[in-house]
């Protein structure tokens, strides 16, 4: 049964044009983790939100924006996507803050054309 | 110097070879994982360690936290194991967020 869901799996945009990527989860957790993952490098975690409460990274690019509307679903918003955008989007989830193990979805392989 | 290193970067094996995966990591941690991920596929939580060793099917992981080191191991190595491995550690005091090492790309050859 998927735990962590993510649509669309594959998605293609154009430069500048606006994407959305959404992820939901059926664990009731109340942690859920955008990363994103470029070719043969390790996942970057971009932003996180418990509950409702949003935690930006400090590199992370004002790009990309965040939307929780609640606990199972959270989306990730690109506003105007560049060439170098261009990457596998993991979301995870995870029970609580700490040092609880974090469940990933299968991820959206975005191209930016 | 990362945090956390992994070795090897790459490994090659023959079908029903015994895997040995090393991570090594310099700081204080409050849990460690082991993922999976196959090429182009999405990530997969294999173990999540704090002490000790876990076992699940043909996979046991263990840490010692003295010196800051863990080993994935795979018994009876199938193709279906080829994967990128990674290990990820979460610092004492960093919230959230995990460190990950650089991946061990495994290849097992029928």
């Known amino acids: 049964d998927a735990m962590v869901i993510q649509n669309p799996r594959y998605q293609v945009t154009q430069f500048g044009k606006p994407v959305t990527l959404s992820c939901s989860q059926t664990?009731?957790?109340?942690?859920m983790y955008w990363y994103q993952q470029k070719s043969s490098q390790a996942p970057k975690l971009l932003f996180h939100?418990?509950?409702?409460?949003?935690?930006n990274e400090a590199d992370t690019p004002d790009n990309f924006q965040s939307r929780r509307p609640n606990t199972s679903f959270c989306f990730l918003d690109i506003r105007s996507p560049g060439l170098g955008d261009a990457a596998m989007y993991l979301c995870?989830?995870?029970?609580?803050?700490?040092?609880?193990?974090?469940?990933f979805g299968p991820g959206t392989r975005l191209t930016v054309t | 110097k990362n945090e956390v290193e992994q070795s090897p970067q790459n490994l090659t094996a023959q079908e029903g070879e015994f895997i040995t995966i090393n991570c090594s990591y310099s700081?204080?941690?409050?849990?460690l994982h082991w993922l999976q991920q196959h090429p182009g596929g999405g990530i997969v939580s294999l173990f999540m360690l704090s002490s000790g060793k876990k076992k699940h099917g043909r996979l046991i992981a263990t840490i010692n936290i003295q010196e800051k080191h863990s080993s994935l191991h795979i018994t009876a190595s199938h193709p279906r194991d080829s994967a990128v491995y990674i290990c990820?550690?979460?610092?004492?005091?960093?919230?959230?967020?995990?460190?990950f090492g650089g991946g061990t790309r495994l290849m097992v050859k029928p």
């Open positions: 700081v204080g941690i409050s849990a």
């Open positions: 939100y418990y509950d409702k409460d949003f935690n």
């Open positions: 664990l009731n957790h109340n942690v």
């Open positions: 990820a550690v979460r610092l004492n005091n960093a919230g959230n967020m995990l460190t």
């Open positions: 995870a989830t995870s029970r609580a803050r700490g040092a609880y193990e974090q469940y």
